[in-house]
């Protein structure tokens, strides 16, 4: 039977312009679903927008909205990025969506029953004028409120409590047990000790919230954003409404997150499915920070990456390869146009963009773009070559790592050009060495499509152009077997005229 692959990226806050950040966490994700789905697997691949919560109701007000009109006009500047970055979700969920409220409401419901949530206070500064707690991780010692400046005060208020503290044991367990539930080992070892340290209880629910879910049984009081947003997860897997989907699905749930919210997803995440009786994600991987220039990106810089610029200066396929190859996912990197003009001249124009071209040119100077298979296509150097990178890449894409991954496959790359220089195809044409020729061409286009292959989910729509080249039409249909292996490729290649895949960059 098909593997099945749940694969999530966070839900972010709609108010936000998406940069640089929110196009890394989705862009990983779309990598993986791709990556998946070309494997002929059954991929669900969500992402969606966190829409409650007393930021939205302020910016509402000040717009002379309302909530829900204001964050049915953002929403599109996420859904509008995801098309210009060829992100291939499955679903997009906010979560205003009348289905996440009733999800979110019955596991609650169940969380209840299980006898884990209990009415308590809850205690904090608060700002009276805005309305709002802030964790002491936020304050200084002036303790005044982080937004408007005014002094804050020593509050109590009602509120419900989800019993974390009673997971500590379960979870550290859970997490000797599987390894790699927590990715990279660093932060494994940060959530590991963290939870060894005693867990409290977590404040589920709040009196000062207007826009958010209303408890169910409790109506004065709204649920935590928190709460709310993470419940997403169940609500896209068919959670409580669709069995079949949620049996494939949710036991196979990948979570890709920044490393900011990494203890909301490794520590209470899997500390309420533990409660709700249900399976805990296969995986939460927490990737690094992106620093622009040396710097933290930050408005009051001005120095946030906009990725609609970036699309529009370099091509989409520019970006996501630079985002996926410039740094190891896990670890924090920087950002700066100059290393991505650098990189895209370096491994796309001259060394993949310039095997392509070197060989379409050929084929189609030699051979009047006609190349079929010869009888002697094998060759073990190429053959032993391609099974090394392969197991490498495949291995690689199961870590997520995805700039090892690639890594891997330019060694195909660096092969082909070289594998030009030492035959040297053009003295062939000119002894007139036809079959060596033959072979030695085909070769280098069946070279060319199997990079198409491995490339496919980092830069789909140039793979698409490629697989034209190649007259592959249907070359983005599930892989099979066959498709992997050296000579897999049709009988016969008629390539069109080659055009540069990617121009150098000045
Ligand atoms: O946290 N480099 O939403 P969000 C890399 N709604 N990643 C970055 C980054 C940077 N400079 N800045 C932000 C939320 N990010 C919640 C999630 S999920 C149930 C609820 C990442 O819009 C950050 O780590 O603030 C996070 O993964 C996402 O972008 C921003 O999420």
């Given at each position: 039977m098909a593997k099945s692959f749940y694969i999530t990226t966070p839900i972010y806050y709609v108010n936000d312009v998406p940069h640089i950040g929110h196009a890394y966490t989705t862009c990983a994700a779309d990598i993986l679903a791709r990556f998946h789905r070309l494997q002929g697997e059954k991929v669900l691949f969500s992402t969606g927008t966190d829409e409650h919560g007393q930021k939205i109701e302020k910016a509402a007000s000040e717009a002379g909205l309302s909530p829900q009109e204001l964050v049915d006009r953002v929403v599109v500047r996420f859904q509008e990025l995801w098309k210009v970055m060829d992100i291939a979700y499955d679903v997009f969920i906010r979560t205003t969506d009348p289905v996440h409220v009733q999800v979110v409401q019955d596991f609650y419901r169940l969380l209840k029953e299980k006898g884990y949530i209990y009415k308590g206070e809850y205690e904090g500064w608060y700002c009276i004028p805005c309305e709002t707690f802030w964790p002491e991780s936020q304050l200084d010692q002036r303790l005044v409120c982080p937004d408007c400046g005014r002094p804050l005060e020593w509050l109590k208020e009602e509120s419900y409590f989800f019993a974390l503290s009673r997971f500590a044991e379960p979870l550290l367990q859970y997490l000797r047990e599987n390894p790699?539930?927590?990715?990279p080992e660093s932060r494994y070892n940060e959530i590991y000790s963290f939870i060894q340290g005693g867990l409290r209880d977590q404040s589920i629910s709040r009196t000062d919230l207007r826009w958010g879910i209303p408890?169910?049984?409790?109506?004065h009081h709204t649920f935590y954003v928190w709460f709310d947003a993470l419940v997403n997860y169940l609500t896209v897997a068919g959670f409580g409404r669709d069995e079949e989907k949620f049996e494939i699905f949710w036991p196979h749930a990948y979570h890709l997150v920044g490393k900011d919210i990494l203890r909301f997803h490794a520590v209470l995440w899997p500390g309420m499915l533990l409660g709700a009786g249900l399976p805990l994600p296969q995986r939460v991987f927490a990737h690094g920070w992106w620093t622009v220039e040396g710097e933290k990106m930050s408005k009051s810089r001005g120095n946030v990456v906009d990725p609609y610029e970036m699309i529009r200066r370099y091509g989409v396929d520019r970006f996501r390869y630079f985002l996926m190859r410039?740094?190891?996912?896990g670890l924090d990197g920087d950002f700066s146009e100059r290393a991505l003009r650098e990189r895209s001249n370096a491994d796309?124009?001259?060394n993949f963009g310039n095997m392509i071209h070197r060989t379409l040119n050929m084929v189609w100077k030699y051979c009047h773009g006609v190349i079929e298979k010869p009888g002697d296509y094998r060759d073990p150097e190429w053959e032993s070559l391609l099974e090394d990178v392969k197991e490498k890449f495949f291995l690689a894409m199961e870590q997520f790592a995805f700039a090892q991954a690639l890594e891997s496959v330019w060694r195909l790359v660096h092969f082909g050009n070289r594998y030009i220089d030492r035959q040297a195809p053009w003295r062939m044409a000119k002894e007139g060495r036809e079959r060596e020729l033959k072979q030695v061409l085909y070769r280098l286009v069946d070279c060319s499509r199997m990079v198409g292959l491995f490339l496919y989910p980092f830069m789909p729509s140039t793979v698409v152009k490629l697989w034209k080249l190649l007259g592959m039409e249907d070359g983005c249909k599930p892989v099979q077997?066959?498709?992997?292996?050296?000579?897999?490729?049709?009988?016969?290649y008629r390539v069109r005229e080659p055009e540069p895949l990617f121009p150098r960059l000045e």
């Open positions: 790699e539930c927590v990715m408890l169910p049984d409790d109506p410039e740094v190891s996912f796309l124009s001259d077997e066959k498709d992997w292996r050296w000579g897999g490729g049709p009988e016969c």
